[in-house]
Structures are given as structure tokens and as C-alpha cells.
């Protein structure tokens, strides 16, 4: 049972433009996302996060978006450069400020920025 | 570099074996979470350790156990080791803020069982 799903497996972006990332999940009772960048043999590093209670979340150049009522969340990046090229993972967790907020990832999207 | 540290890097072991896998969290968290990232899949739970007591297990076969130290901490042992278990390990550190939980990862320990 997938309940956090990233459909794109894959995605091309030139240089300067806008990435969009996209991730669904099933279980309405996530109320904390986070998305995470990968590169090959490296742990996952946190990008940036948001809470149920908010539906937009901005750090630099990454911005992420949250539509509960689809149980959608998607990852801007602008402009996105050739550093950002990686898997991306959205994640998802309960109950936020205690201590069983074990990670559910997506499967993950592998983003190539061309320059 | 997150903080969360982990050791070795690298490991090649043969079928039946038994490994552990070592991790440090950062200064000052309290909770270890370790993930496994085969090839076919992503990343899965395994399991959870809070200043030194087991709080959620996931996917965990029951050849694999894990523990937390008074110092924090955490190994993953795993035991009568098989093919399929060659895959990336990670453990993660967290941090609580009044929005929520993020963990961060260590760089993983990469396990290879022939």
C-alpha cells in the first residue's frame, strides 16, 4: 500500500526555468511533509517542510505547495540550476511534535536540470 | 553534512554472516530512525529508537535488531544475512519544532552480501 506516491519518475528542466515536483498521498491523517534531495551513494538531505495547517511554504529558491482537500503537495524550484539535478523524495508523517514521526517516502523523482 | 554520522561506509560480507552497522545522531537529538533503500524500492521504516527505549518498528525482519545506548548512540545488527539484504542502510536524527518533526540523514552505510 503506497500511501505516498510521486508519479513522475523522471524529469527534464532546462536551465533558469521553473522545476515542479509532484506528490500525492493517501492517508488524511499526515499533517507534516518534507521533501528531501538525493544524490547516488549520499544520505537524504532535508530541503524544506510544511505543516497541514499551512498550504505554502518558502525557503529561497524552493517553494512548496500543499492542497490538503487533494492530498497533493508539489516542489517549486526557481530557477532551477544544474546543482539541483538529484532524486527528489517527498515524505510524510503523523502527528507532528511527537516522537513516532517515522517517514513515509514516495519513490522518489530523479530531476536533471540541463544547463 | 547533517550532523548524523555513520559507520562504515562500505560492507561486503558473505550469506549466513552477521554485521553491524553504527550510527551517531547529532548533538542534542534524541531519536534514531533507521531506513533501508533497496534497489527496487525506496526508502523503508525499519525502526525507531527514543533516548534509549524502541518506540515504532516498520518493515524489520526479525534477523535484524537494533538498539540505543545511554550515550545515544544506535546500532542495527543483522544476522544470518542473505543476498536480499544487500541494500543502503541509513539512520536518522531528528529535531522537533511546533510545526513538526524533521530528520536528518546520515551519508548510510552501504551493505553488499554475496
Known amino acids: 500500500d503506497q500511501q505516498v506516491k510521486q508519479n513522475s519518475p523522471s524529469l527534464s528542466v532546462q536551465e533558469g526555468r521553473i522545476s515542479i515536483l509532484n506528490c500525492d498521498y493517501t492517508?488524511?491523517?499526515?499533517?507534516?511533509f518534507l521533501w528531501y534531495k538525493k544524490y547516488p551513494a549520499e544520505g537524504p538531505t532535508f530541503l524544506i517542510s510544511i505543516s497541514s495547517i499551512k498550504d505554502k511554504n518558502e525557503d529561497g529558491r524552493f517553494t512548496v505547495f500543499l492542497n490538503k482537500s487533494a492530498k497533493h503537495l508539489s516542489l517549486h524550484i526557481v530557477p532551477s540550476q544544474p546543482g539541483d539535478s538529484a532524486v527528489y523524495f517527498c515524505a510524510a508523517s503523523l502527528a507532528g511534535g511527537t516522537s513516532y514521526g517515522k517517514l513515509t517516502f514516495g519513490q522518489g523523482t530523479i530531476l536533471t536540470v540541463h544547463p | 553534512d547533517s550532523g548524523v554520522t555513520q559507520t562504515p561506509k562500505h560492507l561486503i560480507t558473505a550469506t549466513g554472516q552477521r554485521v553491524t552497522l553504527r550510527c551517531s545522531p547529532r548533538?542534542?537529538?534524541?531519536?534514531v530512525y533507521w531506513y533501508q533503500q533497496s534497489l527496487d524500492q525506496g526508502l523503508q521504516f525499519l525502526i525507531q529508537y527514543y533516548n534509549g527505549e524502541e518506540r515504532a518498528k516498520g518493515n524489520i525482519l526479525e534477523r535484524f535488531s537494533a538498539q540505543q545506548f545511554p550515550d545515544l548512540h544506535s546500532e542495527l545488527n543483522l544476522s544470518s544475512l542473505e543476498l536480499g539484504d544487500s541494500a543502503l542502510y541509513f539512520c536518522?536524527?531528528?529535531?522537533?519544532?511546533?510545526?513538526?518533526?524533521?530528520?536528518?540523514f546520515g551519508p548510510g552505510t552501504r551493505l553488499l552480501v554475496l
Open positions: 536518522a536524527s531528528s529535531v522537533y519544532s511546533q510545526k513538526g518533526e524533521t530528520q536528518y
Open positions: 548533538s542534542g537529538d534524541l531519536s
Open positions: 492517508n488524511s491523517m499526515f499533517d507534516y
